[in-house]
């Protein structure tokens, strides 16, 4: 590994200052499934109040990392610790009322409404003592209205773009109403447009309510341009994180994605735009 893919280690701190508090940390984490190991001893913090996006090439354990951060999936060695609690010795529903999960290209029954979809968020707050209630009717309505899906709320996801379905499932992780949001390739078979539109609201939703997101994403300069922190990840390991332009250089991204790239600065954001090369366009750019 090159010296520039290692962790960088952190900015020294004044004796008064007070660390960012720590909402999911992984310990000595080891995900398997079955035989094959996928995430190996892995330690990572997430901390509160920060979009933080898990980069990496297919099949590094960046989806099992996230499950696992969900309580989806139970640990071979290591721990995920919640708010300093081991995640698997707290109950689910109180898990589900401070974590909300959204997976990789989520499945609907046919013909379910935008409406009766986002209600599906609100039910970790129910049980046998508690129904449907005005609470629960006030966080389905402003999750819809955060998400400029109110107007839709009465047509099927059937008769939705791509983009305005995803902001239909993230309206019911919002309408959970928890503080911590993972999203697992949010972006997944969307255009470009309907990417930004997804990413533009996922920031949006970060500054003005101040939850916590940790998301997959595959395109590297989207993923400079929306997080705060990135984490770059090889065969199940963390082998950079920190600020996207700390992370995210030529040489990681030959190491880590086998990628021949420059790395410029965007005049527009000032985070890093990542411009692949062909082996032809390598070669003329050695030669320039």
Not at 120 to 147: C, N
Not at 170 to 179: H, N, P, V
Not at 192 to 199: K, P, T, Y
């Amino acid at each position: 590994m090159t010296e520039t893919t290692r962790t960088p280690s952190a900015a020294p701190q004044d004796a008064g200052a007070v660390r960012p508090e720590v909402r999911l940390r992984a310990e000595g984490l080891t995900l398997s499934y079955g035989e094959r190991t996928v995430v190996r001893e892995l330690d990572l913090d997430i901390t509160n109040g920060t979009v933080t996006a898990i980069i990496g090439p297919n099949g590094c354990g960046k989806s099992t990392l996230l499950r696992a951060f969900g309580r989806l999936m139970k640990p071979t060695a290591g721990t995920v610790l919640l708010d300093g609690r081991p995640i698997h010795g707290i109950p689910t529903r109180e898990v589900a009322e401070r974590v909300g999960l959204l997976p990789q290209s989520p499945a609907a029954p046919e013909g379910l409404s935008v409406a009766d979809l986002v209600a599906r968020g609100r039910h970790p707050h129910q049980s046998w003592y508690r129904r449907w209630s005005s609470d629960d009717e006030a966080a389905v309505e402003q999750a819809l209205r955060a998400t400029g899906m109110f107007e839709l709320a009465e047509r099927t996801l059937d008769e939705l773009s791509g983009g305005q379905r995803q902001r239909a499932w993230i309206a019911m992780a919002l309408a959970q109403e928890t503080e911590l949001l993972l999203l697992d390739e949010p972006t997944n078979h969307l255009d470009l447009a309907h990417q930004i539109e997804v990413l533009d609201l996922v920031r949006e939703l970060h500054l003005t309510t101040g939850r916590t997101v940790v998301v997959v994403l595959h395109d590297l300069s989207l993923a400079a341009r929306y997080a705060d922190r990135l984490v770059a990840m090889k065969d199940g390991r963390v082998v950079a994180q920190g600020a996207p332009s700390e992370v995210l250089t030529e040489d990681l991204v030959a190491e880590v994605f086998g990628l021949r790239a420059r790395v410029r600065l965007d005049e527009e954001t000032g985070s890093p735009l990542v411009i692949p090369l062909s082996r032809h366009g390598a070669k003329a750019a050695d030669g320039a």
